[in-house]
C-alpha cells in the first residue's frame, strides 16, 4: 500500500447498526463464541476488565498526519459512545514497519488486540493461530458481504476464510495535467484508451527543454515499481501465480507489460525516481513538469492543494476492457481472550460500518468500503466536491488484488528488478523476464 496515507504500496464506505446490537446483545459468552469461535472463557481481570467492567483494547493503527487524525477522531467518537470499551492507542508502530513490530510482538507474547496490517502482509500474519477468524462476523454482518468490493473481499480472504477485516481500499488511474495537454496540443485521454496511446502521449508531452516528462515510474525494484504493471498482466489475460501453484502466470504477459516500459524509456519520457515512497516523481507532477502520473485517489490532496489543473482517467488497456489495481489494507484482530477479542471485533464493526467508514475515508484519502458506503449521502457530497474522486472509485468496479500467498513478496521482488533492469536499459524485456520466471517460479517452489 504503499504510498499515500500508509497505503502499502501503494490501493472504500455504509451503515451497520444491526452488527453492533448484535455484538452488544450477545454480551456473554455465548456470542463471543459465535463470533469469535477459537476464543477460551469468558472476561477477567487478566484479559483487560477493568473492576468496573471496562475492558480495554490496544490498537496499533500505523497512521500518519492526517490519517491519524482521523483514526484518533474516530477513536474518541467510540470512547465517547461506547462506556463498556475504551479503546488505546498509545501503542504500535508506523504501517510501513508494523509486520516487523506485530510479528515480533506475536513471538514474546505480548501484541495488540488489533493492528492495521497491510493486505499483502495478510498471508504471512494469518498463519499465526492468535489472528482471530472474521469470517461469520463479517459474513453474517449487517453490511452484507457482497457489499464489499469484490478485490476487498479476495484481499481478507485466506484459504476460504475471511482473516481480517477491510480498512482501507483504493485504485489507480491516471492524473493528467490538463495545462500540459493544452499547451502540446493534445487532448484528453478518453475512457478504453489503449497502452498504445498512452506511449504516443507520454512522447508528446515530453519537453526536454523545459524539463517536461511525459509520465514517471518508481525505480527501486519494490512493491511500489511492481503492482503498476499487474493491471497489464491481468488485461493481457495473465495471473501472478498459475492455477497450480506452482510457477508463476504471467511469463509472456510480463514481457508484454515490461515492453510498455521500455517504449516509454526509448522515447525519454519517463522520469524515473530513484528513492523509495514515490516521492519524487510526485513532486515532479505537482511542480507542473509532469504530464500523466498513474496514482490513487491518496494523491489529490497535494494535487489539488498544489493548484495542478487536473483531470483523472481510467488505466489504459490492452483489450478495451477496464481493469486496475487496488491495494486493500486491513484491520486484524488479534486473540488476547475472549473479553478483549470481543470488545476489539465491536469496534472493528463499528469503524468500518458506513456512517464511520465515510469519516475514515475522507479524513485517510481513500475509498468507501462498500457499495453501501458510496451511496451515503456524505460520501457523495465529498466526491462531488472532489476532481477526479468517481473516477477511482468507478474503478473499484473492476479492481483486483494481488494474491493473498506467502511467496507474493519474493515474486514482485523478482519482478520489480526485471522492471529496473527495463527502466535503467540494463536489459531487454525478453531476458529481464526470463530472470524474473527463474527467481519467481523457485521461490513457488518452497514450501510453506
Known amino acids: ?153 479476495d484481499a481478507v480472504t485466506v484459504n476460504g476464510k475471511v482473516r481480517a477485516a477491510p480498512s482501507l481500499v483504493d485504485s489507480m488511474a491516471v492524473v493528467c495535467n490538463k495545462t500540459l495537454f493544452r499547451q502540446a496540443g493534445l487532448p484528453l485521454p478518453q475512457p478504453g484508451w489503449k497502452w498504445a496511446e498512452f506511449i504516443d502521449t507520454a512522447h508528446r508531452l515530453t519537453n526536454a527543454s523545459k524539463g517536461v516528462f511525459g509520465t514517471g515510474w518508481p525505480g527501486v525494484g519494490d512493491e511500489d515499481t511492481t503492482w503498476r504493471l499487474w493491471p497489464m498482466v491481468w488485461d493481457l489475460g495473465g495471473e501472478i501465480i498459475a492455477p497450480d501453484g506452482k510457477s508463476i502466470g504471467f511469463a509472456e504477459q510480463g514481457r508484454r507489460a515490461l ?28 511542480s507542473g513538469r509532469m504530464g500523466m502520473v498513474m496514482g490513487g485517489p491518496w494523491t489529490l490532496p497535494d494535487i489539488i492543494t498544489a493548484k495542478v489543473d487536473y483531470e483523472v482517467v481510467p488505466l489504459p488497456t490492452f483489450s478495451g476492457h477496464p481493469v486496475t489495481i487496488s491495494g486493500p489494507d486491513t484491520w486484524t484482530v488479534f486473540d488476547n481472550g475472549s473479553a478483549r477479542s470481543k470488545a476489539a471485533v465491536e469496534f472493528v464493526q463499528w469503524l468500518i460500518a458506513p456512517g464511520q467508514d465515510v469519516k475514515w475515508d475522507m479524513g485517510a484519502g481513500s475509498l468507501p468500503l462498500s457499495v453501501e458506503s458510496a451511496r451515503l449521502p456524505a460520501w457523495l457530497d465529498h466526491s462531488a466536491q472532489t476532481a477526479g ?46 530472470q524474473c520466471a527463474d527467481k519467481a517460479d523457485a521461490a513457488l517452489l518452497i514450501p510453506r
Not at 469461535?37 to 492526517?66: F, I, K, M
Not at 510498455?260 to 507532477?285: E, H, N, W
Not at 468517481?390 to 520489480?416: C, D, M, N, W
Request: charged fraction near 15%; proline fraction near 7%; hydrophobic fraction near 40%.
Open 1 to 153: 500500500m504503499v504510498a499515500g496515507p500508509d497505503h502499502s504500496s501503494a490501493p472504500s464506505s455504509h451503515r451497520a447498526p444491526g452488527r453492533r446490537t448484535l455484538l452488544r446483545a450477545g454480551a456473554g459468552c455465548a456470542l463471543a463464541a459465535a463470533a469469535v469461535p477459537a476464543l477460551a472463557a469468558c472476561g477477567s481481570a487478566a484479559e483487560g476488565v477493568g473492576p468496573d467492567g471496562t475492558v480495554t483494547v490496544e490498537l496499533w493503527h500505523g497512521q500518519t498526519d492526517t490519517s491519524k487524525k482521523a483514526i484518533e477522531a474516530l477513536v474518541a467518537e467510540f470512547n465517547r459512545t461506547h462506556p463498556k470499551v475504551h479503546v488505546d492507542t498509545g501503542g504500535g508502530a508506523t504501517s510501513d514497519v508494523m509486520l516487523q513490530k506485530v510479528t515480533a510482538a506475536l513471538a514474546s507474547g505480548s501484541y495488540p488486540d488489533i493492528a492495521y496490517v497491510f493486505g499483502s502482509d495478510i498471508a504471512s500474519i494469518a498463519r499465526s493461530p492468535r489472528v482471530v477468524d472474521l469470517t461469520s462476523v463479517l459474513r453474517g454482518g449487517s453490511v452484507p458481504w457482497t457489499d464489499y468490493w469484490p478485490s476487498l473481499r
Open 259 to 286: 515492453e510498455t516500459v521500455a517504449a516509454l524509456v526509448a522515447g525519454k519520457s519517463v522520469y524515473i525516481d530513484p528513492k523509495p515512497g514515490s516521492a519524487q516523481m510526485y513532486q515532479v507532477f505537482l
Open 389 to 434: 474522486l468517481p473516477v477511482f472509485t468507478k474503478a473499484l468496479e473492476s479492481a483486483r488484488v494481488r494474491p493473498v500467498h506467502p511467496a507474493y513478496p519474493q515474486i514482485s521482488q523478482a519482478f520489480g528488478e526485471a522492471v529496473v533492469a527495463v527502466l535503467l536499459g540494463r536489459s531487454s524485456p525478453d531476458s529481464a523476464m526470463r
